[in-house]
């Protein structure tokens, strides 16, 4: 079977960074900022990428690269003989249709509020109806199931045609979409009367107001952030290595995937912190700041219903480039494992997708009494399974396949890593790599448990 790779590096670097950037970074990462003082915390999220981050990135990258494999398999073809290193694979691909159980229905809800902004739903509201709509919309399974469905077909409708046709040329035109929004839209927060005093508690490190919050915990936080940022852990990423090209090494690629991440972290706070404090609303945490502050901000503001809808069409993006990625990695193993076409791939992942975003979508109304994890709901309890669970191990199970005797060796990692034009690991790196970062990962799962 004749195996697709991208056709150029633009597509493969904006097709990566769109499967990092989701909603983590577009919604998560403002609030935690706001949560744990601002400035101190960019700083140390921005260190904590180039420690952690980018060295497991580039561990994920490899073994794709090395194995032109998705994740099963990929190991399969890396692993010594007799080693059960290939039993993480699976995981990974039930990590990938887990994070697409509850990922799909948030989508869902971008499309919904990019609907409703462009229709001038939210004309003339005041802040207790703006708040109604969006437990109204929870309590409407048609609606919420809708707009999954919506984001669930399209999203194998643009998969089914292929690496390059489909998933390649949508997240060109996407993410280029993305960051032009992004920047017309920070332009317009900064420009509002009193943005300068949400820009200066977001950018200026302040260590009072950090050690407010205790500085254990902003570190802890930051340190959370540039961990998740990348969904690394569960081969999403491990998928676009195997489609790379070898001109290039690993570190230079998993540096420019980072920055371009970073950036729409930072500027997703440049949006939403100066609008904020303008319209004197505390960026509070958590799903109600995009769903119940920022609508409530937009439709006081001049021109909201077209802020409104700009800032939701860049969130459906920044959703959307995700759902595909996703996708493409669960085709890719079902290509692989049963020999089957794209096209049948396709449909009968649409449909199990389909089937298995439901619980979620019911989550809130039908099912609104079943709590699972510790007292959580439907969703909460999907995302811990991925988020405090999968994401970690899995990242280990990485590391540790690539710097043990046991697995595919540090050598041999190191040597596909430093493959190519570019920014190469030093070897002196191996004991920080094989004794420092499981510590460090191991600290984040066991944080994560508690």
Known sequence: MHREN??????????????????????????????????LFV????????????????????VGRASGKSAVNAYRQLEPSGSKWHIHGYFCMAGCYLLMMYY?????????????????????????AIAGAFSALLANPGEMGLFMALTVVLGFLVCSRGLQRGLERISKVMMSALLVLIVVLAVHSLLLPGAGEGIHFYLMPDLSRAASVGLGSVVTAAMNQAFFT???????????????????????????ICLLDTFVALMSGLIIFPACFSYGVQPDAGPSLIFVTLPNVFAGMAGGRLWGSLFFLFMTFASFSTVIAVFENLLACCMETFGWSRRRAALTNCAL????????????????????????????????????????????????????????????????ANTGEGLRLPRWLKPYFRFVLPLLILFILIRGLM
């Not at 700083?43 to 490899?62: I, R």
């Not at 989508?107 to 802040?127: C, E, L, P, Q, R």
């Not at 990485?398 to 041999?412: E, I």
């Open 6 to 39: 991208f056709r150029s590096r633009l597509g493969f670097l904006l097709v990566s960074a769109g499967c990092a950037i989701g909603i983590g970074n577009v919604w998560r990462f403002p609030f935690v900022a706001g949560q744990n003082g601002g400035g």
């Open 43 to 62: 700083l140390l999220y921005l260190l904590f990428l180039l420690l952690m981050g980018v060295p497991v990135l580039t561990m994920e990258l490899a």
């Open 104 to 128: 799909t229905t948030v989508s869902g809800w971008m499309v919904s509020y990019f609907f409703k902004f462009a229709a001038g739903v939210f004309s003339g509201m005041d802040a207790a």
């Open 230 to 256: 990348l969904s690394l852990g569960i081969a999403a990423m491990e998928i676009f290595g195997s489609y790379m090209s070898r001109a290039n090494t690993l570190t230079g690629e998993a540096i420019r």
């Open 353 to 416: 997708v389909l089937l298995l975003s439901l619980p979620c979508v019911l989550g809130y109304n039908v099912l609104s009494g079943v709590n699972l994890i510790g007292g959580r709901d439907i969703l909460d309890s999907e995302d811990f399974l991925v988020s405090n669970l999968l994401l970690p191990i899995g990242s280990l199970c990485y590391l540790l396949f690539c710097v043990s005797r046991r697995g595919w060796g540090f050598d041999r990692y190191l040597e596909e």
